[in-house]
Structures are given as C-alpha cells and as structure tokens.
C-alpha cells in the first residue's frame, strides 16, 4: 500500500506498482484557472492557474482562498497587489515569474504553509509585510534587482533560520525581522 502525496509523483515512484499486483486508482485533480477567488465557483479547487493574459494580480484577488495548495502565475505578470494572495492558509507552493517587478504590502500575509519562496532576479520592490506571519517559512532566495526591504517583510516568519541579502538592498525597513526568533544567520553578496 502507498499514497500519492504530490500531483508530480508517479505511481512507481510512491510504490504503487509492483509485479504481480493489481491497483485501482482513482484520481481527482481540482484545477481551475482564474483570475480572482470570484471566478472559482467551488470551494474545493486546490489548483488554480492563473490566466496568461493577466498582468496584474489585483488588491484582495484571492485573499482567504484557504483551499488552494498551489498557484501558477503566467510569465505576463508584472505586479502583485495588496493583500492578493492574504490568507491563503493552506497555500504551500507558488512559482514566481522571472517578469515579476513589484509584490505589494502583504500580498502572502498569513499564508501559513508556504515554506520557501524563490524571489525572481526581476523583483526591485516587496511591500511591507508581504511576508508577515508566515510560521512555516524556511528559505527564501532574494533576487539581485531588489532594492529595499520594507517595514515588517518578514515580521513573524518564525521558521526562518537563514537569509541573503543581495548588494543592490540599499534600505531596510524598521522592524522587517521583528520576532524572528530562529533568524541565525543574515549575509549580503554581491550578485
């Protein structure tokens, strides 16, 4: 007996299928693509994929989605709002695009079980607290082209043992590690 834990698991790899044995599966993917928590209609949508045609992800558009595990941002987008993506409590991975310039105050506030976040080379602004509250935070990779860090960025990421800050962080804002109780280690390089 096995479980597939992950959508990107095979069969195989979760010891489903051996010789000699016979497996049922039955498999229920929730995908969705949308734009906003508006446009899901169900509540149980764990997938959702955002429109490519979409360039700005808006102010609230998914705050309090709590059931979506995964969000796929197309490469269109350029900015991420206030609070876009606040609450989603159960979001654990999110790919940010390389065309990604702007992530506005709070935009994964309180999304508790995201646990590492790639911050794309193209990124020069994160508003304040666009990280706060994140418990299961762990790593996070900071792109070249950031300019500062905000007023309480990652304000009660409390999981967060280690960050890099690049050369070009030429601010960084009061009390952006406030409560950062594991915070062993804060280096800054030059990319």
Avoid at 1 to 30: F, H, N, P, W
Avoid at 100 to 115: E, H, R, V
Avoid at 172 to 188: D, V
Wanted: net charge negative; hydrophobic share 40%.
């Amino acid at each position: 007996g096995g479980l597939l834990v992950d959508d990107d698991q095979t069969l195989e790899s979760a010891g489903l299928m051996c010789a000699g044995c016979d497996v049922m599966v039955i498999y229920t993917r929730k995908e969705v693509e949308a734009a906003t928590k508006e446009a899901i209609h169900e509540e149980d949508f764990l997938h959702v994929t955002i429109p490519s045609h979409i360039t700005e992800i808006e102010q609230d558009a998914f705050d309090l989605c709590e059931n979506a595990l995964t969000m796929t941002i197309p490469e269109s987008v350029t900015t991420i709002h206030l609070c876009a993506f606040y609450r989603c409590h159960n979001l654990a991975r999110i790919t940010l695009p390389e065309s990604l310039t702007i992530i506005g105050p709070s935009a994964f506030g309180w999304c508790k079980s995201l646990a590492s976040v790639i911050v794309p080379e193209s990124v020069e602004f994160m508003g304040s607290g666009a990280f706060e509250m994140r418990k299961s935070l762990q790593n996070i990779t900071l792109g070249g082209s950031l300019t500062q860090i905000s007023s309480e960025t990652f304000e009660e990421c409390e999981s967060l043992t280690n960050i890099t800050i690049p050369a070009s962080v030429g601010f960084i804002g009061a009390a952006a590690f406030k409560e950062r109780k594991s915070l062993e280690n804060i280096q800054s390089v030059d990319r």
